[in-house]
């Protein structure tokens, strides 16, 4: 083959100088036959050898034959410039040179073509075979000569690195039958394992038979499952959008009748401010040398229009309490709740205006969703149908959501202060009440009852959130109604229901707003005014009723505030009753009372209201009642004192802890 391409290209570059023309077949066969002639007959001048290629990256586990179209793609371009003649001679220098060695060339051949005849798979297969007859003790059979006569060089198909196979130590009859019995053995064995898979393959084979015979009886109930959750996919799914709608309509209404509640509110405090600074302007313009002070005659005729007011509400009350029975009283312990005739319309108005819009709000709702009876039951359903759905679905822990706005529109017009019943008296209670109730029930299913705290939960998820409203925009701690209203409410909530607890965060809210909302009180509500001892010295004198009257107003608060004792921490409640209002003001008025046998009376109903606990030696709080203690102890030591008023400053002195000044006051009786 390399004879022919240099034939051709010879014969190419020869016509090209003598005629320009290209040689047709028969002058290459010619050639081509020429140059065989030449070889055979041992000229090594006219002739050019065959040339061993070899290429790297193509041969694997030998040489190979190289084709024809292979070897043109790295063939050179040829150059048709005037030094061709001068590189043909260089090129037949060097041929020349190595081309002394031919040899090889028939073996070469020789091996190529047995190459081509005996593949490497042929090859694998007969070397697999001799290495089972060694393993049997089968004589092996001799090796095919080498054709390049090189033992050194593995034969073809071999793998590199592969060892010979090795000769078995007895290959004598008995070697040959101890070994066959071994295989045997090996292949009883892995027929053995085999029949175990097989064994498996069959009883999974039965299993999945089993399990697919089950879950075809199981279809039925599972198609009727799946309509159930696809019906009632639906219904949450409306649901939630009905109520996403509804509830800010809802918050809406809520919101209007707690703003005119807090209008309301704000009217008392600011009347009852105002008719305290009425009086002390009066009092003050008595006793003032400037007659600026005293004559003006635009805000006089403002203040007598109040003072009419102020007087008429008055006598009402006082009418109120003969009615009751009530003989013993102080003024200013009664609370001034009582509002204008306008503001109680006005107040009705708005009412009929948001109760007319809340039986709006459901019309165009059908009753699944409008009723609470209605809604509980399709959940109640899903309880019964798959109750391990219902439990993985956590919707015990959804139910106060799902009822809320429900609740909420029933108890739209319902405050603590203003109606007469009760949470537990509501139509939504009763109705919750028997949610997932069943005959059959007995305490210990009681116990693992997800709903069993249904009602508490509602009513720490709803009813707590209204009343945080109500008191932010309604509640007095000034008014002895609204707390003693208030805190019998809460007291029952929480005795109640077992999740109101001073973990519940709805809870902490509440107290908090109370808090701020008595803070606020101590702060602009309390005023003690300090007049000369001639101006208080006649009792019925403006000055002195004044004096005594804001004292018992500050004395209401107090008691007011010790209503929550035991539902606020200790702590808070003795910083707001003991430093804010009782060191700070009573007992100012205490020390500024001109009958000290009156400031004894006093200083005993102060220590009557104080809770137990804060009276028990080593209590924190009588750390704080210590200036109280001091005040009574001297009172009682003074001179001019009567018998009554020793005893019972000794009384006191010893309930508040002091025994030693007790015993001291006693004495002095003797």
């Known amino acids: 083959m390399k004879i ?44 050019i050898p065959i040339k061993k290629v070899e290429k790297e990256g193509k041969a694997r586990g030998g040489a190979r034959l190289v084709r024809e179209e292979d070897e043109d793609e790295d063939e050179e371009r040829i150059s048709f410039t005037v030094k061709e003649n001068k ?91 101890e070994r066959m019995k071994a295989k ?81 509110r704000g009217k008392v405090r600011e009347r009852r401010r105002q008719d305290v600074r009425d009086q002390a302007d009066v009092l003050a313009a008595m006793t003032a040398t400037n007659m600026a002070l005293m004559l003006d005659p635009v805000q006089d005729a403002v203040r007598d229009y109040r003072v009419a007011e102020r007087e008429g509400r008055r006598i009402r009350r006082r009418q109120a309490r ?106 939504w209670y009763s109705t919750v009440a028997t949610y997932a ?47 003693n209203k208030l805190v019998g409410c809460l007291s029952r909530l929480v005795t109640d229901f077992p999740t109101l607890t001073p973990r519940s965060k709805q809870l902490r809210e509440l107290l908090s707003v109370v808090v701020e909302n008595i803070k606020e009180c101590l702060d602009n509500d309390v005023y003690i005014p300090m007049y000369t001892k001639n101006q208080m010295e006649s009792p019925n004198s403006p000055h002195s009723l004044l004096f005594q009257r804001q004292f018992w107003s500050a004395f209401k608060l107090f008691k007011n505030v010790l209503a929550w004792a035991g539902i606020l921490s200790d702590s808070i409640l003795a910083e707001l009753v003991l430093d804010r209002l009782l060191n700070r003001y009573l007992l100012l008025s205490l020390r500024a009372n001109v009958d000290m046998l009156d400031s004894i009376d006093k200083a005993r109903q102060i220590v009557q209201i104080l809770p137990e606990w804060w009276l028990k030696p080593g209590a924190v709080e009588l750390a704080k009642l210590a200036m109280l203690t001091k005040f009574v102890g001297g009172v009682g030591g003074g001179k001019g004192l009567a018998r009554d008023g020793i005893m019972e400053a000794a009384k006191i002195v010893k309930r508040l802890g002091d025994l030693e000044m007790g015993e001291k006051l006693r004495e002095l009786l003797y």
Request: proline residues 5%; contains cysteine; glycine residues 6%.
């Open 4 to 47: 022919l391409r240099v034939m051709k290209r010879i014969l190419c570059r020869r016509s090209s100088k003598v005629g320009g023309g290209i040689p047709d077949a028969a002058a290459i066969h010619a050639a081509r036959k020429k140059r065989e002639a030449a070889r055979a007959a041992g000229e090594k001048e006219d002739f």
């Open 87 to 177: 590189r043909e001679d260089e090129y037949h220098k060097k041929i020349g040179r190595g081309g002394g060695d031919d040899s090889d060339s028939d073996p070469e051949w020789e091996k190529m073509q047995i190459s081509k005849a005996i593949n490497s798979n042929q090859i694998i297969a007969a070397s697999k075979d001799a290495a089972l007859n060694a393993t049997l003790g089968m004589p092996r059979a001799p090796l095919p000569p080498s054709i390049s006569g090189d033992t050194s060089r593995p034969a073809p198909g071999g793998r590199k690195g592969e060892a010979p196979l090795a000769r078995p130590q007895k290959y004598d009859l008995p070697g040959i039958r």
């Open 184 to 264: 045997l053995v090996d292949m009883k064995e892995v027929h053995r394992r085999h029949e175990m898979d097989a064994d498996r393959a069959v009883d999974d084979l039965v299993e999945s038979q089993t399990e697919i015979d089950s879950v075809g009886a199981d279809v039925p109930d599972l198609a009727v499952k799946h309509k159930f959750y696809q019906e009632l996919r639906g219904y949450v799914t409306d649901l939630t959008d009905c109520y996403d709608e509804k509830v800010g309509i809802i918050t809406y209404l809520e919101s209007r009748i707690n703003k005119v509640y807090s209008e309301q």
């Open 322 to 427: 003969e009615g009751k029975g009530e003989l013993r009283h102080y003024d200013g312990v009664s609370s001034d709740d009582e509002m204008p005739s306008v503001d109680t319309a006005n107040l009705a108005k708005v009412k009929q205006d948001v109760e007319n819009q809340s039986r709006m709000v459901l019309d165009d709702v059908v009753e699944e969703f409008s009723v609470i009876s209605n809604v509980m039951e399709r959940i109640q359903a899903w309880r019964t149908t798959d109750p391990d759905s219902y439990q993985s679905a956590y919707v015990s822990l959804c139910l106060p959501k799902i009822f809320s706005p429900l609740i909420r529109l029933q108890m739209l017009f319902w405050s603590p202060f203003t109606s007469s019943t009760g949470v537990s008296a509501q139509e």
């Open 437 to 483: 109730v069943s005959l059959d029930e007995n305490f210990s299913k009681f116990e693992t009852d997800p709903d069993r705290n249904l009602l508490s939960t509602c009513c720490e998820k709803v009813i707590l959130p209204k009343l945080v409203n109500i008191v932010r925009s309604s509640y007095d701690p000034v008014s002895t109604t609204q707390t």
